[in-house]
């Protein structure tokens, strides 16, 4: 199997983050309403191609080793990948609560922003590193699937970047190391691409694919409701993320229909 352009999609993706830290030098959060825009679109396209590409996709490859039971294992797995998901959220929040930058009274102003950016950024990276598995699986099995993956998960890259950039940007002053610090942190996808490349070159089962396609599943269904649709109405309001949503599931669908 060519893995150069899965690869290639993972990277391309994980590269939006780099994306976002550009326009936070350009573009003020009041004028971000067209991003409420963008992750409701994501969210749409990742619910849709779950439920309906990708969950079929692992059932028929693991049919083909499971007759009986695979429709259990294709569920037990995308419950698995909630879980991780789930926990990921639990040990390594994407969000940082103001208080814990206040407790260090020797802490001046800008470190304390500085120390927020950080620790922002390793957290949107652990998120990013199962995103770029996703990304990969998705297109080692089907190219139209993989750039859609890709698509929906570069999309919500971009306020991660930004969300990133910022707080380093304004402890520092320096637009490149805020740059820099954006680019690391969509760095982890294609870190997870070739992780996921590795285990499926030398250590897994082929039927393995699918138990991770469908984990793959849960864990882009709990990131578009926990993550894309709450950062969507952040920057704008429900009606602009609806418009996004069903913009995403009606691209997509045509997308797939035109393409496959």
């Known amino acids: 199997m060519e893995y150069k352009i899965p690869l290639l999609m993972t990277f391309l993706a ?7 830290g550009f326009i936070t030098f350009v573009v003020k959060k009041n004028d971000l309403k067209i991003l409420s825009i963008g992750l409701g679109f994501s969210a749409g396209v990742m619910i849709f191609l779950s439920f309906t590409e990708i969950l079929s996709g692992a059932g028929d490859i693991l049919k083909e080793n499971f007759l009986t039971t695979y429709k259990w294992i294709t569920f037990l797995s995308f419950i698995c990948g909630v879980i991780i998901a789930i926990l990921i959220d639990y040990f390594v929040p994407d969000h940082i609560d103001d208080d814990l930058f206040l407790d260090n009274e020797h802490c001046d ?17 652990v998120h990013n590193f199962p995103e770029g598995i996703a990304t990969f699986m998705a297109s080692t099995q089907n190219i139209t699937l993989g750039a859609s993956v890709a698509l929906a998960i570069g999309l919500h890259n971009i306020p991660e970047g930004i969300a990133v950039a910022l707080p380093i940007y304004h402890a520092t002053g320096k637009k490149r190391i805020a740059i820099l610090y954006s680019f690391l942190t ?17 250590f897994l089962p082929a039927y393995f694919v699918g138990i991770l396609m469908a984990a793959v599943a849960g864990i882009m269904i709990y990131i578009s409701f926990d993550t894309l649709l709450p950062m969507s109405h952040e920057y704008g309001d429900w009606h602009l993320s609806i418009i996004g949503i069903m913009s995403g599931v009606i691209f997509i669908w045509a997308s797939l229909l035109l393409f496959t």
């Open 109 to 125: 102003k800008k470190h304390k922003i500085k120390r927020a950016g950080i620790i922002t950024a390793i957290a949107i990276a």
């Open 14 to 20: 994980g590269l939006a983050t780099l994306f976002g």
């Open 186 to 202: 969509g760095f982890a996808e294609p870190i997870g691409a070739l992780i996921g490349l590795g285990m499926l070159y030398w």
